[in-house]
Every structure is written in C-alpha cells, then in structure tokens.
C-alpha cells in the first residue's frame, strides 16, 4: 500500500473515530435536555442525533472495510463499502424525517407547555458548538481523501447544525412570546430538510453503485488526452466509473495493425499513463488494444441502439456484419455473423497484428 493511501486511511478513521465520539456525547444531552423541557424540536433534535450515531457507526465500518487492499474475491478493491455506507445513512436520515413529521403535526394540533427552555437553550448552544467543529475537521479530511462516506457523514452534521438553529430559533420565539406551536413548526420544516437532505446523499452514492459515467467533459478530456499519444490511431468503447476514492477507466485503443505487440503495448502503457496523470486522486486504466479500421460489434453502437432505433447484441436481433473485416493492413475474408450473445466465426487476427 502506496505512503499517500496509508495517509488517506489513517484519516478516514480519525474522521469516523471522532464522529462517533461526538454523536454519543450530542446524544445524550440532547435526550436529556427534551425530557427536560419536552420541546418536539428538542425531540426533533436528539432523534437526528440518534440517526448520527447510527450513520457514524455504519460509516466506521463501511471505511475500514473500504480501505482494504484488493484481495482475490474483490480484484477491483473494496472501495464501495463507503457508498453502501452512504445510502444507509440516507435511509436512516429519511425514516427519522417521518418520524419528526408525524411528531410536529400532532404538537401543531395539540401543543404541549414547555418546560426548563433554559436547559433546552444552553444544550442547543453547546449542540451548534460541537457539530460545528466537527463538520470544520471533516470538510478537511473530505478534501483530501474524497470519501464518499465521511462526506455523507458531513452532510449528516451540516444538517444537525441546520437543525439546532432551528430548534434555538424555536425556543427563542417561545421564551419570549409564549406562542407554544413554533416550536412543532419548526421541527416540521426541519423535517422536510432532513428529507431533502437524504435524497441528496442517496442521489450520490447510487450514481456510484449503479455505476455512472463521469460527466461528459470528463470523458471528452480523456479522448483527447488519449487520442493525442504519439502512435494512437483511434479511440472507442470509453466507459468509466467513479467507486469513491478510485476511478476505473476503460478504452479500446487502435494502433496501426503493422505494429509488433510490445510496440502496440508500449503505446498503451503511454496512454493509460496520461489518463491516470489527467484525473484526481487513485485512477486505474485499462487499455485493450486493436488494430486500427477494426470493425466489430462495439459498446458505442450498443449505448447508442435506443436513439438510432438499431437492434443491440443480446435483443434477439441478429447482426449482419460486412464479409470482411477491414483493417489498415488490408482486408481479412471471414465473414462475422453476431447472435443474440455470442460472436461466431470470428477471424484469427495474424502474427503481425498486436493486442492486448
């Protein structure tokens, strides 16, 4: 494991360590302080609290077990154990909402006197404070890691923050006018920002789950980039996808057809090496080599079937290739016939022509 990854680690657990030592403690005064006065905000306030311990606990172990090395079940690494990490705070994030919504309407309709607001105050104060700093070291880390997990354990306490000024605001109007439903009306509106708050989370950690393309600036610098190493012909087949604190690129490239193997090879290592310059933080590439003028059946022509209205390999359609295969060496006569999931009578490519 590279000195910068270890670094990286070591801050992604003193990230997680501290978080749950803070949820804890907020915890606790805060369960202490509703009981104390028995403000749904309050109440509101200690159940995100509650939902913080858990996530903090969920992202604990989602970044150890993020930050192990590949191993031989998981050649591509471990690293979306902090999205699975994620969505599982967003989940709880959404439940304690409802909770809170349910709570807040039923003080609306029924409200409830309070009790010790100066308790409730001095615990809200104190809340800000620690998640407050808390949220300072975590942007820290988040930027120099780029945890998925620890940012979502952020958007958690930007959230609590959030949250303990609404609930201040609401004692506040209550201590000085009386007016007991401004305390349900602003749990309800924290709420709804608790809600919104999870469809954030939950909107970014499944673009990595499911495996989403980077934007299309992303890809368009890594054509460029490639198609501008010295020996490149063409480029197609781009697919990417972002696991967190990694991005796995993949690209046939084509090289001229002429060209030995460890020529076409060094041309790939020079191209895989200028993507993984090009992109921040862990990048693995892979370049597959073809000889150039290739023409089989692609990814591109597949992704882009729906929009063209052509039958995509797999459909039940069968593909009708041309009875040659031209390359830029010349013509090769074997006809190429592609069924419903498998390519048939696919030509031996001669000594000459290089791959990977």
């Known amino acids: ?67 192990q090395p590949p191993d031989w079940d998981h050649r591509f690494g471990h690293s979306k154990g902090e999205a699975i990490a994620g969505f599982t705070q967003a989940t709880f994030l959404a439940g304690a909402a409802v909770v809170l919504v349910i709570q807040s309407i039923e003080r609306l309709i029924f409200p409830v006197p309070f009790r010790s607001l100066n308790v409730g105050i001095a615990v809200i104060v104190f809340g800000l404070i620690a998640a407050g700093a808390l949220v300072a070291m975590q942007t820290w880390v988040v930027r120099k890691t780029r945890s998925t997990a620890i940012a979502a354990d952020r958007a958690h306490y930007m959230t609590d923050i959030a949250l303990n000024a609404g609930v201040l605001v609401a004692l506040g109007i209550t201590k000085v006018t009386g007016w007991e439903r401004a305390d349900p009306a602003i749990a309800f509106l924290i709420a709804g920002y608790i809600m919104w708050n999870a469809y954030s989370i939950a909107h970014s950690v499944l673009s990595q789950l499911l495996d989403r393309e980077l934007p299309e600036s992303d890809r368009r610098q890594i054509r460029d980039v490639v198609l501008a190493c010295p020996g490149v012909r063409a480029v197609h087949d781009l697919r990417t996808r972002n696991a967190g604190d990694r991005t796995f690129v993949e690209f046939h490239l084509e090289v001229d057809g002429q060209l030995s193997v460890t020529q076409g090879h060094a041309i790939g290592d020079a ?86």
Request: glycine share 10%.
């Open 271 to 356: 191209a895989e090496t200028a993507v993984a310059n090009l992109l921040a933080g862990t990048v693995d590439v892979t370049a597959h080599l073809e000889p150039f003028g290739i023409n089989d059946e692609r990814l591109d022509d597949r992704v882009n079937a729906p929009a063209t209205g052509r039958p995509a390999v797999g459909s039940g359609y069968e593909l009708e290739r041309p009875p040659s295969l031209r390359i830029a060496s010349g013509e090769l006569a074997a006809p190429l016939r592609i069924g419903p999931s498998t390519a048939e009578d696919v030509p031996a490519q001669s000594a000459g022509q290089g791959g990977s």
């Open 1 to 67: 494991m590279s000195e910068p990854h270890r670094s990286d680690s070591g801050l992604r657990q003193l990230a997680t360590r501290t978080s749950l030592v803070v949820a804890v403690g907020l915890v606790a005064v805060k369960i202490t302080a509703w009981l104390a006065t028995g403000s749904v905000a309050l109440l509101a306030s200690a159940v995100d609290a509650l939902v913080d311990t858990g996530s903090s606990l969920v992202t604990y172990f989602g970044v150890r077990y993020a930050g």
